[in-house]
């Protein structure tokens, strides 16, 4: 095989690991459930409640997901553009000293016009009441 | 960093609309389009001042990154004249669009940045920023009506097609990348010249088709065209007309430094997988376009066989090739921005785009009526107009070849018949005009100076181009000579 390749068969072990696991865990549920209720498995039609996830207690209600206000998908995106803003400023922040003595002026002015782009971004998800829960 | 000052002017101009929008009220917005189309104009205006060393070659920037030389120029003044008509366009558009129009304008201009920084793409790594820029504005710029579920429509299947182009993009760029080691088209033309073998090399070939996919997809090219007459025909006219101009030529200039200046060993061994897609993109996109009834599905067909004879250009392999498709690529932004034009402004106050809704123009409004037949004369080919001599060349570039391959006559050929085929369908549009019967309608159409502006400017250039080919076919065969010379060691401007 290319030697290239071969760098890659730890990949692969690691990607038949995680497919094993997965069906293994599947499998032994089924085979476990079967095996735990083979006695009471002929009365099923009599006794629904073996399959609700609480067999004693409360009958659950309604949907597992609730629906959320779309205010939080606005907020969650605004969350992750200010957030990604920051992730770029640690490696910009390691090499601005290095980068001072050769690219003065690039380096920040790339930084500022970056941060300007989405300090405008900010004023007009302000403007535009992004952050206003009233209404 | 003053390579790439128009790109910078256009994207303070978009960020400026973004927060002048905050301070307008509503009934003025309008005049934020008319303020984003002249500043635009100042723009076009000013690359003719401040671009003066392109005559003293190309020019590299950013680690060879970007290049400024005579096809970047040529491009991205034509899209900036592309983004001005359709800024025009999109505000008599304003009244379909229930809120953000200035968000809309902006939208352009971000997608006119993306489209001048491909006009000047060295580097793979550019080309891949270039058009993620064009294609994430157009997921939102083709779904803007939010209120009409055939504009969803059209947004959801851009988006879904698009992101799997970009996704074969990315991985023949990786292939080349790992076959090569370069991202940069000029290493990528060293190595190949330096290492002939590469040229044989599997891996290689497979990543520069991927990268070909990604960009036919683009230009709407079979067998990637399937998504362009839905996505024509659902979106907001003024998005599909700068889909139509804008992204199909960005696409054009994409491949023609790909194909030309990084890897032209390989495609001069690929004539005639170009002269087959040349051939049946154009057979494609003229038969489908017959049974169309809906104008802007008709133009989403005529433009899948525009990219058919732009690929004749590229089939020649020949320098005439070259500069026959930007001079075709000129006449075809006059024209489709002029069709544009007329059927946003016909179908204003209806809900349809049906053909029926041209009837009885000429006396609705002659102005109109004259614009829309001369577009459609000019892309059926008929002289003296622009598309005629457009066509002229390609054909004429593709005969020249005919001597080292007799297919190229086959394409001819079937050229021809393309061409044949349209004119049925571009007089059918005609024949709606003047010739319907049963018009009830004759209430005469209002058009604003602005747009009557941008009509008699295109007809202006589609006549200027068929009557007085001599200007304009030195500057598209200057503009392409970038193409021809080997690129040698680079004049760094900015590191």
Known sequence: MDSQLTQYIPILILLLVAIGAAAGMLIASVALGRWANRGRLQNRAKNQNINTPYECGMIAVGEGNTRLSVKFYLVAMLFILFDIEVVFMYPWAVVYRDMLKTNGPVILGSMVSFLGILFIGYIYALKKKAFDWKS | ?495
């Open chain 2, 1 to 495: 960093m003053n390579l790439m000052i128009l790109e910078l002017a256009v994207v303070v101009l978009g960020l400026g609309i973004l927060l002048g929008d905050l301070w307008t009220a509503a009934h003025q917005k309008h005049l934020l389009g008319y303020a984003a189309a002249a500043l635009l104009g100042v723009i076009l205006l000013a690359s003719f001042f401040g671009l003066e060393q392109v005559g003293s070659g190309p020019a590299y920037a950013f680690n060879n990154m970007l290049v400024l030389d005579g096809l970047a120029v040529f491009f991205k003044r034509f899209f900036l004249i592309a983004a001005i008509l359709v800024l025009l366009m999109s505000v008599e558009f304003s009244n379909r669009i229930q809120s953000g129009i200035s968000e809309f304008y902006c939208l352009i201009l971000f997608a006119l940045t993306g489209m001048m920084f491909a006009a000047s793409a060295n580097d793979f790594i550019m080309v891949f920023v270039a058009l993620e820029l064009i294609s994430v504005t157009f997921y939102v710029l083709n779904s803007f009506q939010r209120n009409r579920l055939a504009s969803l429509e059209a947004g959801i299947k851009y988006l879904i097609l698009s992101a799997l182009s970009a996704a074969f993009l990315v991985f023949g760029i990786a292939l080349v990348f790992g076959t090569t080691t370069f991202t940069n088209f000029a290493d990528i033309q060293r190595a190949l010249v330096a290492n002939p073998a590469l040229a044989g090399n599997g891996l290689f070939l497979l990543g520069v088709l991927m990268i070909i996919v990604g960009l036919g997809f683009k230009i709407a090219a079979f067998p990637f065209q399937i998504w362009a007459p839905d996505v024509y025909q659902g979106s907001p006219t003024p998005s599909t007309a700068f889909l139509a101009v804008g992204s199909k030529a960005a696409g054009i200039v994409l491949l023609l430094r790909v194909l030309f200046v990084a890897v032209p060993a390989v495609t001069q061994h690929w004539s005639k997988l170009l002269i087959i897609i040349s051939a049946i993109t154009i057979l494609y996109g003229n038969l489908c376009a017959i049974p169309q009834r809906n104008l802007k599905r008709l133009l989403g067909y005529s433009s899948i066989s525009n990219a058919g004879y732009l690929l004749l250009g590229f089939a020649a392999l020949s320098q005439a090739g070259k500069a026959a498709i930007l001079y075709y690529l000129a006449g075809y932004l006059f024209t489709v921005v002029a069709a544009f034009t007329v059927i946003c402004l016909v179908t204003r106050d209806r809900d349809s785009d049906d053909i029926t809704v041209l009837a009885g123009l000429h006396r609705r409004s002659p102005l109109l009526a004259m614009a829309l037949t001369m577009a459609m004369v000019s892309l059926a080919g008929i002289p003296p107009l622009a598309g005629f001599f457009g066509k002229f060349l390609l054909l004429k570039a593709v005969v020249e070849q005919g001597a080292t391959n007799s297919a190229y006559y086959w394409l001819v050929g079937i050229t021809v018949f393309g061409v044949v085929i349209s004119l049925y369908y571009y007089f059918g549009v005609i024949r709606a005009i003047y010739w319907s019967k049963d018009v009830t309608d004759f209430s005469p159409i209002t058009v604003s100076w602005p747009a009557k502006l941008s009509l008699v400017v295109c007809m202006a250039a589609i006549l200027y181009l068929g009557l007085l080919p001599g200007k304009p076919l030195k500057l598209s065969e200057d503009s392409a000579l970038a193409l021809t010379t080997p690129v040698s060691g680079s004049k760094q401007l900015f590191h």
